[in-house]
């Protein structure tokens, strides 16, 4: 009696656990579904840009519209050259966005360093000067910023792009947080034997760094290689246009052919992604670091 | 001889001078600081300053006119109904993709193959520009060329015009954007949830809370102060809305889908370039802004307070 009623509990006992584990198995299929539709969605748009910018033109406008075409060709990227002042687009987003990104590494891991690392008078005020520099949006002052540019002569260079970019209070919040938190008798023990706070920076400070200041890189990079509305406003001439102030304006313009616009937005965001596949972890840690600025 | 030795030693204590902490700090922010000065302070200032003018961009018949501008303002029906559709966007965009992004990183907090792969896909519209995503989706969403609408026209519905409708338009924009910036809130709320520590999982589990339990009363309550981050960086972005709309609308159907950003933008830098009305716009809506930061900023640190 008693070697029945135990048999029969473990019975309970398996089946029950054999029903827990299915319906785990059932959730995970589950989940796996709900997430790769997800994936679906996003990367839909990218693959239907990148599918279409190798179609002939009258299989891109044809109805119905068809995902897959019989037939493909390179002719919208090589036609979209002709089309598009894209050669140009390209060289000015390069110059601006890689000396901006160079730039703003040097100025704001020194003006990081500093704020987290030496003491002298008005350090707190000038901690907050940063912290409420990151809370103010360009839209607000782009007006004066252009009639100052444009009394200094420098609408429409380079000089013009790069320099009011060349520091900016989240790479400073962000080389700060770095610097803060690395060991403090480095420097001290540096500085005993004799060397210089330049040298104790570039030396010491900087190569141990490498990390912040790759994710601070393709994080100003991303930035300046997109950003539409202040090189919109600081460029006027179409020879001065980056990527995406040249693109906006030309699709503004009444689209007559598609293939080549398609074939641009593919050009325009691939060098991008291609940083994106080797770099990603340091893009992600950018956008991470973004959510700690308290 | 001796000349040479003070010139030596002048320059000696120079650099000793600049050489200590408490002096070199100054040298390493001076080009930051400057700049910011300059390229910022300066034109914040000139925004207020501009604002009290009738100034146009070849600075002909310049005049002050005081809080003319600000008046006018409340006279303008385009500039008021350019501000609700700001604050329409916002209310659209904000809610959606702090929901999808915490939801998404909720459910890719642990670190599978599946999970990361899921994680490096979601995160690779940020990397693309809001004027490309605004390409994209307009041929997309295209009724002429586009595969969605011919679809949904498939599923028995009449064509939806998407951008060039005057109901549809914004919705589809801040979709549109969302789709772009979701995996931002979600690496950032990647990194508070997994920053909680797992014997909170564990004690409740052993007090029977199911998964919807513990995601409600032990995930959400760790996590509320990313949350409000992302709240609250989100409508300050939100509320500065201009790429995706410069680019798939441009403000229309009929002004329907204009933003604040945008009309600021088309006042002070297209025909009649009134800089100094396009600036009191400005300064309204930063004094918007500061006023939705601040206090969103102070309720966080309330209800942060309150939870200790």
Redesign the interface.
């Known amino acids: 009696m008693e070697a029945r009623t135990a048999d029969t509990t473990e019975l309970v006992d398996s089946t029950k656990k054999s029903n827990y584990h299915r319906n785990k198995v059932i959730k995970s299929i589950i989940f796996k579904i709900i997430m790769s539709l997800l994936i679906l969605i996003v990367v839909f748009p990218f693959l239907w840009l990148l599918l279409s910018s190798f179609k002939y033109e009258k299989d891109i406008i044809t109805y119905p519209p068809h995902i897959f075409s019989g037939k493909y060709t390179f002719q919208n990227y090589i036609k979209v050259w002709d089309t598009i002042p894209l050669l140009g687009y390209v060289k000015n987003t390069v110059i601006f966005a890689g000396a901006t990104m160079l730039i703003s590494l040097v100025l704001d891991s020194m003006t990081g360093y500093a704020l987290a690392r030496m003491e002298f008078k008005g350090k707190t005020a000038f901690y907050y000067f940063v912290m409420v520099s990151m809370m103010i949006p360009f839209m607000v002052y782009m007006i004066p910023l252009f009639i100052e540019m444009n009394k200094m002569n420098l609408l429409d260079t380079y000089t013009g792009l790069i320099v009011p970019r060349a520091t900016t209070a989240f790479g400073i919040f962000m080389m700060r947080s770095n610097f803060v938190g690395l060991p403090r008798d480095l420097d001290e023990a540096a500085r005993l034997d004799g060397l210089n706070e330049w040298r104790i920076f570039t030396k010491i400070m900087l190569p141990l760094s490498k990390p912040t200041l790759m994710a601070l890189a393709v994080f100003t990079l991303t930035n300046n290689w997109n950003d539409l509305l202040y090189p919109l406003i600081l460029t006027t001439t179409s020879s001065m246009r980056t990527l995406p102030a040249g693109l906006a304006l030309f699709t503004g313009q009444h689209i007559s052919f598609y293939g080549p616009v398609m074939a641009g937005a593919v050009i325009s965001m691939l060098p991008l992604f291609i940083i994106y596949i080797f770099a990603q972890k340091y893009f992600v840690q950018g956008s991470a670091m973004s959510g700690m600025k308290e | 001889m001796e000349e040479i030795d003070t010139s030596v030693n002048k320059k000696r204590s120079f650099?000793r001078f600049w050489?200590q902490?408490?002096?070199?700090?100054?040298l390493?922010?001076a080009?930051?600081?400057i700049?910011?000065l300059?390229?910022?302070v300066?034109?914040?200032?000139?925004?207020l300053?501009?604002s009290f003018f009738n100034i146009n961009i070849f600075f002909t018949g310049t005049k002050f006119v005081g809080l003319d501008n600000f008046v006018q303002f409340f006279h303008d029906q385009r500039a008021i109904n350019s501000m609700w559709h700001t604050v329409y966007f916002t209310l659209l965009e904000t809610p959606t993709q702090v929901i999808v992004g915490t939801v998404?990183a909720a459910?890719?907090s642990r670190t599978t193959l599946?999970n990361r792969f899921?994680?490096?896909?979601?995160?690779?519209?940020?990397?693309?520009?809001?004027?490309?995503?605004?390409?994209?989706?307009?041929?997309?969403l295209d009724p002429?060329?586009?595969?969605i609408p011919?679809v949904l026209h498939q599923f028995g519905m009449s064509t939806p015009q998407f951008f060039r409708d005057a109901t549809l338009a914004m919705p589809s924009i801040a979709v549109m954007t969302v789709?772009k910036n979701f995996?931002?809130t979600m690496?950032?709320m990647?990194?508070?949830i997994q920053a909680i520590s797992p014997s909170l999982y564990e004690s409740a589990e052993m007090d029977g809370a199911n998964k919807k339990q513990q995601f409600f009363h032990v995930t959400i309550p760790q996590i509320i102060?990313?949350l409000g981050?992302?709240v609250m960086?989100n409508l300050?972005g939100s509320m500065?809305v201009?790429?995706q709309i410069?680019?798939t609308t441009?403000g229309g159907p009929e002004f329907k889908t204009e933003s604040a950003?945008q009309y600021?933008?088309s006042r002070?830098?297209s025909a009649p370039y009134q800089?100094g009305y396009?600036?009191a716009v400005?300064?309204i809506?930063?004094v918007i802004?500061a006023v939705l930061?601040v206090s969103s900023n102070l309720y966080m640190s309330h209800k942060e307070k309150q939870m200790r």
């Open positions: 650099f050489n902490p408490k002096h070199a700090a100054y390493f922010m080009p930051s600081i700049i910011l300059f390229f910022m300066i034109p914040l200032i000139g925004t300053g501009l998404a459910a890719l599946f899921s994680r490096s896909v979601f995160y690779v519209p940020v990397i693309c520009s809001l004027t490309t995503s605004g390409i994209i989706f307009s041929m997309l002429n060329i586009g595969w011919y789709w995996g931002v690496t950032i990647l990194t508070a102060p990313s981050f992302c960086t300050i500065q201009f790429d410069y680019v441009a950003v600021i933008y002070g830098f800089l396009a600036s400005a300064t809506l930063f802004i930061s």
